[in-house]
């Protein structure tokens, strides 16, 4: 059986299009304050990288809203999207360079939303380290996977340079 261990601080450290394709087949885990532990294996990511990509939250600067990309690579990231569901991201690369890898599928909840929803992730954890945290984490079991790119998904707004970015990490299947 292979040791299961969570990615250091230098793993988050890097640039978001290396981050996204390696959280693939890691595991998001909530700890509930019973105890329980909810778990899904990350099999899709999405990856926004800094000022100039038009559908990043930093592309108009520091704001309320994206001052959290700014932060420490490992910080969550947790915004409400159109007012009604919570998204969770990881911040990636530099501190100021604001970047992250937003978490948008597991094997069982297909989509960012129903993925929050059913690990319960709310607001309560935006700028929280997913580092050496007790309630959320992400653990590497060792466990080697297959994936493919694809365009980044409900941002036609960016217009067509940035929505057509391959930056859409996909699980193809566990090997």
């Not at 911040?91 to 319960?120: C, D, N, S, Y």
Request: negative net charge; proline residues 5%.
């Amino acid at each position: 059986m292979k040791e299961i261990q969570q990615p250091d601080a230098e793993f988050y450290a890097r640039d978001c299009l290396a981050v996204a394709p390696d959280l693939i087949g890691k595991i998001l885990v909530h700890r509930l304050p019973d105890g329980t532990e909810l778990r899904e294996r990350i099999t899709e990511t999405e990856a926004y990288r800094g000022e100039e990509d038009k559908a990043c939250h930093a592309s108009k600067g520091r704001t309320p809203r994206s001052q959290m990309l700014y932060r420490e690579a490992g910080s969550i990231y947790v915004y409400l999207c159109y007012g009604v569901n919570y998204l969770i991201n990881i911040i990636t690369g530099e501190k100021e360079q604001p970047q992250g890898v937003l978490l948008r599928a597991g094997e069982l909840h297909k989509g960012p939303a129903k993925l929050t929803k059913a690990l319960q992730i709310d607001k309560a954890f935006n700028g929280q380290s997913i580092l050496k945290n007790p309630e959320i984490w992400i653990e590497d079991d060792g466990q080697s996977c297959t994936w493919h790119t694809e365009k980044r998904v409900g941002i036609d707004y960016a217009g067509d340079v940035w929505k057509n970015k391959p930056w859409r990490w996909v699980m193809d299947k566990l090997e």
